[in-house]
Structure formats: C-alpha cells, structure tokens
C-alpha cells in the first residue's frame, strides 16, 4: 500500500477511495485493494445478487427463509408514504401508530404527566432487556445522553439491566427511590430466561418498597411482540409497546425498543435518529455500487475474512459516547453473520463471521494497539471518529483527531529498518525491535457530529454492511439457531443445581461443574 501511495497515482487514491453519504465520510484508501480488486469483488457482488437480495428485503419478502419472516426493520424508520410490505401486507400506519404511541409516552414521562403511584414525577427510567432489546438502546443513550450535554435535557436518569446476575439489578436498584422509578421490560419474545428473572425480581422490589399492587401499573410498562404474556405478566396491554416479527432483535432499537432512548432524548430526537437511518436506507438502495458505502464496506470485509484470513475486525471508535458501539457490533454481525450454512442447507465453502472488537481510542493504543502494529496477525481496523467535538473542552479534540489519524497511517506505512536507522538507531540487534512492516489496513469513518441523525445513519450503515456480507456468504442473516441449545440445556442444569436428581446424563466435565456447584450450594445457600 505505500508504494500505491509513494506512486504516480498516490495523490489520485486518496480521491477515488473516499465515499461520502448522510453526512458521513469514508476513507478506504489504507485497503489492500486496487482499482481491478474493487472490479472484481463488484463482480462478486453482482454473481451473487447483492442488489435483487437488497430489493427482496425491501420489498419484505421472507428474506429470512428459516423462520419465514421479512426483515423490514428499514419500515420502521420509513414514513407511511414510503409504502412498505411486510408478506405483502402495508406497515406503514402501524408503524406511525406505535411511534405516536412512544411520543405521547415520552413526552409524558419527561413533563412529569406521567408519574408513580404516589403522584411524583420518574426520575429514573430501567430499561430490563438483553441482546437486542438492550445493546441498541443502550448503546444509543450512551452516546446522545453525552451528545445533548450542553442542550436542555429534562428527561430522566437512563439504567440498563440485561445479565441474569443478581448484581446487575441489585447494583441498579440500590441507588434508586422506587416511587420514580419506572421499569420498561423489554422482550420480543417475553419469555428471555434473562429478562423474566430481572423484572419479577424488580417487581418484587417495588412490593417491598411500598408500592402498592394496584400501583404497580405506574411502574411498569412493556415492549413485546408477545401481548399474552405480558398480560399474564400483570402489565396492562395498554401500556404496552408493540412490535412485530419482522423486525429482527439485532434491527430493532429503531421500534418500540428504542422506548428508551425517545424517553431519554426526547422523540422530536428520536425522529431524528430515524431519519438519519432513512437517508441511509435510501443511500443503499439507491448509489451505485462504487458510491455505495454499505456495499463498499460488506465487501472490504469479505475480502479480509474470506479471501486474505483476518479472522477479527478492530472497531475503534475515537469518541468517546460510542464507546458501546463494539458490542452492539458483535450482536449485529456475530449473531447475524456467524453462520456455516449458506441459505440452501449446503456448507458454507469460506470463512465467515469475523471476531468484531474494539474499544475507544485513545484508550486502545495503550493496550492492544501494540499487536496490531507488531504482531503476527492481520487486523482490519475501522476508524471512527467525528469532525466537530462532542466535549467543548478547549485543545481535547485535535489531539483526539491527531491520533485517530496517526494510528491509520502508522499502520500503512510501518517504519523500514533504513528509517530506523536514519532515525539515528546505532545498536543493530535493536533494528528488528523498531521495524514496523506496515501493509496494515483501516478504513477511516467520519461524522460530520455525533447527534441523532448522524449516529442514525451510521447504524443503518452498520446494518447494511452486516447485510452485504450475509449476502456475499448466501447465509441468512436474520435467524440465530445457534443461541438456542445452550439456552436448552441450562432448564435442567438449574433444576440439579437446585436439588433435583439428573433428568439426562453429562459429560463427565458438566457433571463433575454441577457436582461442585452443588456441593458449594449446600454449604453456603442462596
Ligand atoms: O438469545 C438471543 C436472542 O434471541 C437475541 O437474538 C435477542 O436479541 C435476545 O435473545 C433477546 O430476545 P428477546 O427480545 O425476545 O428477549
């Protein structure tokens, strides 16, 4: 790459690898790629129906065959105009309902209309939810609680519960008053061993903290697909937030999961993140594939993973509010892309899924940058990082950028044992030491600001991109099968760690874990 750079046609690359869309940049010049590379993975693009697989997804065709559901998560950031089907059947007015339904209980919320059983307004708002119902919203409320400081902000204090651990609720609930305090729980599906556990557990809280049974509908509200079950749960379906099987877990802070990120931004805030992932959708749809940011990126990673064997992705957001966004990538790509079996049953020939990771720079540089420079392996890095500062700090953000920017090009260009050595290294057995090889590739993403449309947009690109790669492996991304043994086999391991007799024989490893866990049960209850 730096030869390609050193070149006649360096100054030129910088130009023509550089993509722009919703007010975001991408720079991909620092790519192991060429003119014909980028040609032929275009090709690759077209042999295997990127496009007609985009317009089927579109069109809410079953795109996810396993479960025979659309994937029309792009209706819910649409306005009803747009005219999209799920199956063929309109979601445009349902969508717009449930919106309306999000703004009224937002804004009610944070005016102090909406208050707890004793008539105080909510202070403080728990999101109980896992996965897909609590990586997106967190994340997003992370980064624009952060965003909007600065701005007049009247809503509430923002708490996430996901682990089944006891400590995550019980470290939440310990610092709050239970009469302003609301719960939103938050499932697909409401059945999440994980979810069911943390907000019966909360309910009981409120009981013992005097709030009263009747009083309890103050305190809770729902978001589901599953209308049954949060009634058998005890919250009222008309405070209940609904979504629908389209929309997948990992696609879905856009829905009534974003709850509480329009609680805690407000909704005219929220429409905006809705309407920066609408700009992107359209971008998809509509640029062609070398102005097609989406596409250019799904296709960047198929070419590292599959064809040159870089099995993770470094994400390195230089800001610091996005510092969730590597989790919330893992879900999106791990759990939609890491798959062996492509669409028609058959195995999967190439490698899939890369490991995703990361945290914000520059915290990362004094930690595992070290291996990305030096070590053996090949590690794509994303760059992300925005133009104007999100803290007004004085003198912070050029140093911020500064780094964002050296850490691309120490990667691309290394440092040769000549420059080394001109650098004044007189002890030889030192040189190697100080040799950087370079040839290492990044991609550099940036936001025009981190406010809700950018951010917005650079999720829905986050989506796509996770769907060119899923198209490019002809797997379908919108199922994960591979979550649900483990989940199956854990019923009767909690049932022989609270006394039961072994319904099914274990391996001797599991069997000898359950006997020590149980022996430690005894001597010390809970
Ligand atoms: O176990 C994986 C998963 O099904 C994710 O796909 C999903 O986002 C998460 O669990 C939570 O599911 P639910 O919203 O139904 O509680």
């Given amino acids: ?6 070149g006649p046609h360096g100054a030129a ?14 720079d991909y010049a620092k790519n192991r790629i060429t003119d014909e590379t980028l040609a032929l993975l275009f090709a690759l693009a077209a042999q295997a129906r990127v496009a007609e697989r985009r317009d089927s997804m579109y069109a809410g065709e079953p795109v996810n065959v396993t479960e025979h559901r659309a994937a029309l998560h792009i209706a819910l950031r649409a306005y009803p105009e747009d005219g999209y089907r799920a199956l063929g059947v309109p979601v445009g007015a349902q969508v717009a309902e449930v919106l309306a339904q999000m703004a009224r209980f937002a804004e009610a919320v944070r005016s102090g209309a909406w208050t707890g059983f004793d008539g ?3 202070t403080d708002v728990v999101n109980i939810g896992i996965g897909g119902s609590d990586l997106g919203p967190r994340m997003v409320c992370r980064a624009l609680a952060t965003a909007q400081a600065g701005t007049h902000n009247t809503g509430p204090r923002m708490h996430f519960v996901a682990n089944v651990d006891g400590s995550d609720l019980a470290r939440t609930l310990s610092g709050l008053d239970a009469a302003a305090t609301l719960v939103i729980v938050c499932s697909k599906t409401f059945t999440t061993l994980e979810t069911m556990a943390n907000a019966r557990t909360a309910r009981d809280w409120f009981l013992h903290q005097g709030v009263s049974r009747a009083g309890l509908a103050r305190h809770f509200v729902a978001v589901s697909t599953n209308r049954e079950a949060v009634a058998g749960f005890g919250i009222d379906p008309a405070n209940m937030f609904p979504f629908w099987d389209w929309v997948g877990g990992r696609f879905s802070l856009w829905s009534a999961v974003g709850l509480s990120i329009a609680v805690a931004i407000g909704f005219d805030r929220f429409r905006q993140l809705l309407d920066g992932a609408r700009a992107m959708d359209l971008h998809f749809a509509s640029a062609p594939p070398p102005r097609n940011l989406p596409m250019i990126l799904g296709l960047l990673d198929v070419w590292y993973r599959s064809f040159l064997g870089a099995g993770s992705r470094c994400v390195a957001p230089y800001c610091e509010p ?30 899939s899924a890369a490991v995703v990771w990361g945290t914000t720079g520059t915290n990362g540089q004094h930690a595992y940058f070290q291996m990305m420079h030096q070590g053996s392996q090949l590690v794509p890095v994303d760059f992300i990082a925005t133009l104007a500062p999100v803290s007004d700090l004085p003198g ?18 290394g440092r040769s044992a000549d420059e080394v050595r001109a650098e004044g290294v007189r002890d030889e057995t030192l040189v190697p030491h100080l040799v950087f090889a370079g040839n290492r590739p990044s991609n550099t993403l940036l936001l025009q600001r981190l406010d809700p449309y950018h951010l917005g947009a650079l999720l829905a690109l986050c989506e796509h991109r996770t769907f060119v790669q899923g198209a490019l492996w002809q797997i379908n991304s919108f199922d994960q099968w591979g979550v649900e043994l483990g989940k199956k086999l854990a019923a009767p391991i909690q049932q022989e760690l609270e006394g039961t007799p072994a319904a099914a024989a274990h391996d001797a490893s599991t069997a000898a874990l359950i006997r ?11």
């Fill in 322 to 351: 996005l510092e969730l966004l590597p989790s919330f990538l893992q879900q999106l790509e791990m759990e939609s892309n890491g798959k062996s079996v492509r669409l028609d049953g058959g195995a999967l020939a190439a490698d």
């Fill in 396 to 413: 912070h953000h050029t140093k911020l950028l500064a780094n964002c920017f050296a850490q691309g090009e120490a990667l691309l260009r």
């Fill in 1 to 6: 790459m730096r030869d390609w750079f050193d």
């Fill in 516 to 526: 020590r866990a149980r022996a430690a049960r005894a001597t010390v209850p809970y």
């Fill in 120 to 122: 105080r307004a909510i």
């Fill in 13 to 26: 690359r910088a130009e023509r690898f550089t993509a722009e869309a919703c007010g975001l940049t991408l």
